[in-house]
Nanobody, 126 residues
């Protein structure tokens, strides 16, 4: 049973942009904080961005501040990650996530996060 599904990944040149989307299959996720993580081969899954349940607060990893923007549309059960100024080091599988506590997301408490998508590949060429 799939709860979250990512889309929008692909291949882009350095300096380009991509917009990732994550659709939730359950409307109850509208009351959950939402986030994005990424994982490159040989590395641990790392926090990228998070947003509170009502969109009032956002959080970003230092590596993406000023380049990435997280947003959500609760009426559509959607979350987004706008990625601008992409760099080769952004190459990874990107996962969307949902959790009742935004701290679990922004602090990278992987084992406590309620739901995950299956991931979408983002590849940035130099």
């Amino acid at each position: 049973q799939v709860q979250l599904v990512e889309s929008g990944g692909g291949l882009v040149q350095a300096g380009g942009s991509l917009r990732l989307s994550c659709a939730a299959s359950r409307r109850t996720f509208s009351s959950y904080a939402r986030g994005w993580f990424r994982q490159a081969p040989g590395k641990e899954r790392e926090f990228v961005a998070a947003i509170s349940w009502n969109g009032g607060s956002t959080y970003y990893a230092d590596s993406v501040k000023g380049r990435f923007t997280i947003s959500r549309d609760n009426a559509k059960n959607m979350q987004y990650l706008q990625m601008n100024g992409l760099k080769p080091e952004d190459t990874a599988v990107y996962y969307c996530a949902a959790d009742l506590n935004v701290a679990d997301l922004r602090l990278g408490r992987i084992a406590k996060i309620h739901s995950w998508g299956q991931g979408t590949q983002v590849t940035v060429s130099s």
